[in-house]
């Protein structure tokens, strides 16, 4: 059973930084073919994607909305992932999520568009906050 915990939200600045991480179990195997992606849901919206890697050789999907500010990668050693926010506007204020999914093109794809996507596994959530 595959299981995804977030952790490392928080409040920041305007145009600071934060590091979300997803620790993933039941996904071991490196050729596993699953797709790990954020999303997240600000108050009153709608769920949108964020960021997408694959599982298996690491691809990286973005939504225009972060690109250029943000960075997902994969801690084989750590079964791992996360997320590098930088340049922080008070826009990217939302509860993040990570979701594991088998459908890696569909999922990965569907993020770029921003849109939300009905994944197999979700994560509880982690809330970020850019305020001053």
């Known amino acids: 059973q595959v299981h995804l915990v977030e952790s490392g939200g928080g409040l920041v600045q305007p145009g600071g930084s934060l590091r979300l991480s997803c620790a993933v179990s039941g996904i071991t195997s490196t050729s596993s073919y699953y797709a790990i992606g954020w999303f997240r849901q600000a108050p009153g919206k709608e769920r949108e994607g964020v960021s997408c890697i694959s599982w298996s050789d690491s691809r990286t999907f973005y939504a225009d909305s972060v690109k250029g500010r943000f960075t997902i990668s994969k801690d084989n050693a750590k079964n791992t992932v996360s997320l590098q926010m930088n340049s922080l506007k008070s826009e990217d204020t939302a509860v993040y999520y990570c979701?594991?999914?088998?459908?890696?093109?569909?999922?990965?794809?569907?993020?770029?568009?921003?849109?939300?996507?009905?994944?197999?596994?979700w994560g509880r959530g982690t809330q970020v906050t850019v305020s001053s």
């Open positions: 979701a594991a999914d088998r459908h890696v093109q569909t999922m990965c794809i569907t993020i770029t568009y921003g849109d939300s996507y009905e994944a197999e596994h």
